[in-house]
């Protein structure tokens, strides 16, 4: 359960306010990688946790932070909107080109339709969607994600620092970017326990690697031309099974030109008949199709043949 | 500049059809972490790539492939759905629960709109889109999110292997899943070599990393009743600066209560005049805001004064 | 079936072109509240109705008009971006700060995509998509979003207004602003006739309102320091019964600490074995599953209980 | 500032799991009127409210109360989807109808993506996206969202508690549609407080009303047939200035037929000279508009007319 | 402006409900070639139109047309879902294999949110978005891309109607068939014409086609083993000058390497420093370039040199 | 399989950077008819295209030219923006009205996302969505969509080379604009062919045709007023059959007035009555339904009647 404080966890006040500055500003609050990404990220992540405990109880106390994250930026923003633009200023931008830039830079739902205030969106105005984040219940591979959330999220916040000189806007900043910091290195810790304490046999994602194509696990495949060959990948070892990498050039491993099967005859898909006459799909088709699955499956069973 | 060769890089012969495993399928092919997205990922990363030679041509050389891993997903996909109820067939559903089952679950799209061919949706039928990619032209970070998206595409891959006993579908699948476990590391010693050659300080991005807020990168907040202090994130040091981290009850840094400026009259946003008249955004209220902007710049860059 | 007049239902006239400001003006055509959203809304609820006469006939009427609304502004728009500056300008910027505002801050797709004419879109340029609607079916909260949606538009349309000074303009959004306050109206007089009329019980939508848990139906949660319990929502009564609300801090009402069920051992969750083995999603787990929900309902049925 | 404790806000345990179930429940979670949204839409609202004191209080702790919700319906999901098929299904498929319809219709990112936990989805699978929520700044229209929002949200939760007997399902969901009772009222009774407390001058927006159509703020437009002028909307008064309504046909208000002006030659819109020769878009026919503009405003600043 | 009649366009009355029919039904409602695609699509284009006269009628008149098939559409999926499965069912399902198989691929929505009426989507639950639509203002594009969608349109109808025996489903749908296979002519025709009446060229988009690349104009580009030089497309003529095409392995017509400049060493930007250090992208960098650019614009009026 | 080569397709050198004009040619890359579009239509249907030979050979062809368009355009946006303003500009905008418009209308996520490179977008930073694209397996309408996607393709790129006077820019686009005049025939020669060749019957997309309402497919529906009926596609013949068009005025060709069925009474739909009571679409309601259903199919199928 959640509860609210009326402080904000950091002060988050502009020496003055600036539109255009607010509508880049929009990035890190609803970006790709902007806070709310972070924020909802760590929240199903850790409501999804199945390690009760330290590893639960640390992915729910950052997303806890990162709501707090999400509010400063909105007050941050709605300070740096005062005053902004809003009504008929033609007359003035046709004498002053700063106000003119204002005018053509700022982000009009600003003014439209949040008033003053944030608004949920990047600074090119697409609404945040949650296709942005992950929660696979894989803690590895999650905590591996948040790892490169927080390096993009800060890169992010970087620049947007350089883009102002306003102190009250930089101190924000300057706490926002110690906190990426921060937890790039709390998600790696994070990785290195999950080994240590037996829960990932490596860093690496390796679920059924009893069966993968062991031959496939340590090329490097090039183009021509191409130096890549040069790098650690392609010279290094595996750190799997300590076996060399190698080098080959990027080339058919089949002769399997992908020609598809016949089409079913109701669906008018353009055929030239070569692959003999398509199956109906429908009832009967349908149905020879899924008794030769099971019969297959059953033929299998009985044989105790798998692959 | 791209060619094409007929065969396929790999074989993608299913040894039978299955519409509803296909429906499935479509996570690999078009999801968040499908192949769609790693191969427009590092398709944009190499064009944008600023380090000619061995990186960018590494970046490309795996972009390239992954437009193949594409294609081969694509034939799988049309030859896992070959004969798929396409017509009228309530009479044998209503014979035959398996048919019904696929009848449900098949996806309609597969069937209406691409006539038995491969969708570039996921699972759910959500259309591909570039919100899934990143491509900052920061080497360290754009890595970081690659290994990510290689950790996150095997785990997801690996589930959908574990949902057939299908022997073709696994060959190829194991060829994938071996890809994925090389590229993760690829992508882990490409990380290893810039920190190497220079190109980033560590493996933590730390741009502006001079005026962040030293204090808080080194401190995890918690709340009542979290065991996460155990974590080596909380007991470790940074690998920064080596000095400890350490736990801190997450409470307010300030006493900024988050309370918002007075709002433009002209947009009706509900106020209680607590903080005096809004300054009227038209022309006089921007120009105002503007020119206090540029004087305090004009008389920060005079007296040298900067944060 | 539906007819068209070659006149517009209003004057859609610009004293004289504005490119900037036809940017902003999209945002009550195309927007989350632009008329295209109230003409999608309102057709389909009058199409989806399930009262004959003069319920859907009155949501078809006002359906209607608003198509004639959206034909208004986007021939408004089509006017406003007359003579706007689409091909090689840059000299004449240099020269010109309020045509450098434009270049800036018009819509790019106004001069490439849509030659000069109206784009289905917002003001920010995101396509118009009918996760903005909603037809349930049921009047009552149908009515209750339209009157919201006629106030947000309203709001909208009243802060564009003052972004210009164009007699023109003005005089057709004098038009429309009157059409927001009118129908504003219509949708809660709607909902007192139906309560009148006994399509509704009240205003409150209450369905299942004879098992919902009567308790937290009075109560209001708060937290610390907040200064809400002293509103009407919170010393009033419920207008349902006409028992009082009272005010109580936000607590845990369980001591159910949210912690998950062992997962499928072959989806790769992390966890750490405190709840047992993972039921086997497979064939045998899923089946016993489902067998255990089928033999509890029928023993249901055979006992009588239920909720 | 925002906290978290361990315990859930009410308990969330189904007496067994059920796949299908949770593919639909998803629709109150992460769909168009689900949690996710008042909890983002309650959560932005408030901070952007300029109104502190009990007003923003009250719209932050109901969206604080809103995060615990979600929370309680991902843990709710996760349990439901306990021993969920995952894996290959066929043979016992074909022997149980039931777990065909659950292979058939549960979701595939429930198995694929989050491994056993609760997507940030729909019940067909669209992210939630920030689309669907509001905060304008102002509370009249805001609150009027709200209470819809919430009447839409709790019948949607009838409908999904009428698909199930679990009755842990039905205790949470007894709790979350007493909750939403009591926030239609809560939000009610905040415009009814607004207008007493004079932030708005009635329950109707009509800003800039002193100089809307006032004719058409009284018309009802109807078609031939409807018998939509037998309702209170056309037969009452206005609640504005206690003004009948009226009933009209709806016709053209104008003779304007939408005729547009000659577009820009350089934008190949194909055109057919009857409005003269089209302006040019560039430097020149762009310098030329935003003259015209000027001159005329400049000419309106000093005859001191505007409209 | 629009009038709206009780009739429907054509009757809209299925034999019997199916539910599991109607969740693919709403591909041709709300898909990307969907009925409230071509409606958009029109009526955005007719508005747009600048022929007043015969072409801005015939695109009106289609367009209004089209609100009327989505009219029917919606009224059809209203029956096709009466009586649908909206309750508990599980008992029934583990009787009756077909009600299992509807239960399983039915809309969720159907039941949930729009309770039993059409919904504004795909048959895979995507909501229309106005992503789909074109209106360019040049008919000869727009009437190309209008044919296009009228194929597509026609072809997943005909798909549709090959999933059902349904009587009166097929009367409507053997009426929209027709439509369609009506306004694919309407529109060649279209084309036909603009052509005749001097409106384009020829039926080749060719605008600055005086300076295009005319070699280029002329060469099928093909890859190694490709058959594809035995086309028309490589063997006939341009329909523009009569010229013959000829095919060409495809090569780099280049040795431009793509290499980039140095980056803005303020955005971190991974970067080897071969290209000389990066232009500073603040006020200095900027107003340099933007300098080089009005000083080379000027001389090239100047000197009256231009591309 | 896919191979790269380092050379570009054909020289990306712009003369020098210019920022806003870079923002707008994001719409020629990302936008709904930018090359991503045509890359991926040719692409998927390549890999879907059931006739192997010159017809796969040529789609596949030009889908992998494409993607070397895609790469050229990314390389000249990023050359595009060397130098574009990343950091705090406003002194120096405050002198320099050009920079001003650069500022307010380039791109923010060009300087916060990409660093400098170009994005997956369009020219309003939309990212790029499979929705754009089509792959139906059947030819001929598939041709008839990429011609149309060349033309407006096409239309864009030629809008977008008047917006500069670049020659380095324009010398790629003359490239462009040239492969767009080709391909556009390039489609229409496929269409010819297919006819010729027997996989079409007429270049009219017509499955089913044998059962389609032939009355129906001659006429023009038009309103009071139109002068639609002067066209040829009003007073022609059609092409399939010979048999004259005619005009008629749009009318309701039924007295069905969209009267739904009695819903649900568990989904609360607002109702009053005139249809009897609605079946429950709970397990009784919906086997009856589909018993219903089944015994027709039954008896049809027995007395071999169908459509």
Redesign the interface.
Known sequence: ?????????????P??????FA??FQ?IL????GEMTVM?QY??QG?????????K??I??????E??H???L??ML??LL????????????????????????????H????????R??????????????????????DF??N??A???S???T????????D?GV?EML??N??????H???????I???VEEG??ES???????D???????????????????????AT?N???DGQP?RTEP???????????????P???????G??GP?????????????A???V???K??ITGD??
């Open positions: 359960m959640y509860r609210h404080t009326r402080e904000l966890q950091f002060t988050a006040k020496e003055k306010p600036d539109a255009l509508a880049k990035e609803g970006g790709q990688f909802m929240l199903f409501w999804n946790c199945r390690v009760p405990g330290k590893y109880d640390m729910l106390d950052i997303g806890t932070e709501i707090s999400v509010e400063m909105t007050v709605a300070r005062e005053g902004a633009p809003g009504e008929t200023t033609e007359k003035a931008a046709a004498a002053n080109p700063v106000l003119a830039a204002v005018l053509g830079g700022q982000n009009p739902q003014a439209i339709v949040s008033g003053g205030g944030a949920p969106t990047d600074s090119q105005g697409n609404p945040w969607n949650a296709g942005y984040i992950i929660a696979s219940g894989n803690l590895l591979t591996r994600s790892a490169a927080e390096g993009q800060r890169l992010m970087s620049r947007i620092a350089n883009m102002t000189d102190r930089k300057a706490f970017l110690a906190r990426d910091t921060y790039q290195q709390q998600w790696m810790y994070g290195q326990m999950l829960f990932a860093e690496i994602e390796r679920s059924n690697g069966w993968e194509d062991a031959e496939a696990a340590h090329v490097f495949y090039t183009n021509e031309g191409s130096r890549a060959g040069e790098g650690l990948w290094g595996s750190v799997v990498f990027l080339r058919p491993l089949t002769d399997d030109q992908g020609i598809l099967p016949a089409p079913d109701l669906q008018y898909v353009t055929y030239d070569s692959q398509g199956k109906p799909g429908n009832a009967v088709g349908g149905a020879v199709q899924q030769e699955n099971v297959t499956k059953v299998d069973a798998k692959h």
